[in-house]
């Protein structure tokens, strides 16, 4: 990077969620960029494979196992990868998980493994690390919204739901710890194919509406999604915090509809 105004080299990140879709995308793009990425999910094998495939770093990627759902998870990570790095630059929390349904179909353990990971896991990851950026007086912290918290797709209430508490968890922890010189961002991805979600995006019917209401025209390619993060993690954004970048090919710009101009 020559242009260290946007480098991210040598920061301590810990991805949360980085086994896959998302996490492990903005892993490699920060890996690739030279930081020291740590890797956290919950299976030990989907971490190590997806580590060895990250190539071309400075720094091997590392990994740790961890249910964000699980207090005890979520303290011993933070704790391991202090002991061993001395610190966290960033933090990238990313862990989620969703499940399709009508809104009278969920049963309360469903709502309750949505809540628990997407909701009540992304603040107790925070809550941990941005404890230690508070005493330390620096950090970064960006969270992973969604195009739901601008209009709720039908079938994922309660994924929504866990989003909207993102939105404001961003705010607040940015309103309350600005002072300390920890920042907290957001991104909001729009439609993009993640291990969550291919198999739907396949779907040719699917991809046609995907294309009308998007101004770009397309899904996006989780690829696309590295550079606003390492943005929000560079010194370039140094004065930016408590935002939301939306990353959806133009979505909530506008309303697409089928007229001719």
């Known amino acids: 990077m020559s242009d260290l105004l946007f480098s991210v080299a040598d920061q301590v990140v810990l991805v949360s969620g980085g086994s896959r879709g998302i996490g492990s995308a903005l892993a490699e793009g920060f890996a690739r960029r030279d930081a020291r990425v740590v890797i956290a999910g919950r299976e030990k094998a989907t971490l190590d494979e997806t580590a060895r495939s990250i190539t071309g770093s ?12 699980k207090p005890e998870d979520v303290n011993r990570t933070v704790g391991d990868v202090l002991s061993q790095y001395g610190r966290i630059d960033t933090l990238l929390n990313v862990a989620g998980v969703n499940k399709r349904k009508r809104v009278e179909d969920y049963s309360m353990e469903e709502y309750d493994w949505i809540l628990n990971i997407n909701q009540r896991g992304a603040f107790a990851m925070a809550q941990a690390v941005g404890r230690y ?121 506008g309303i697409n509809w089928p007229i001719e101009l």
């Open 133 to 253: 950026m508070v005493g330390r007086k620096a950090g970064n912290i960006i969270n992973v919204d969604s195009l739901n918290t601008y209009a709720p797709l039908k079938g994922v209430t309660p994924y929504a739901m866990s989003k909207g508490a993102i939105s404001m968890m961003t705010r607040g922890m940015a309103t309350e710890w600005g002072p300390h010189g920890v920042r907290v961002n957001a991104i909001a991805p729009g439609f993009f194919p993640t291990a969550l979600s291919k198999k739907l995006w396949k779907e040719p019917q699917m991809q046609k509406w995907a294309g009308e209401v998007t101004p770009l025209g397309r899904l996006g390619d989780v690829k696309e999604l590295v550079g606003a993060t390492v943005f929000l993690a560079s010194p370039a954004a140094g004065y930016v915090t408590g935002q939301i970048i939306r990353i959806d090919g133009g979505i909530t710009a």
């Open 58 to 69: 400075r720094y091997p990627v590392a990994t740790l196992v961890c249910d964000v759902s």
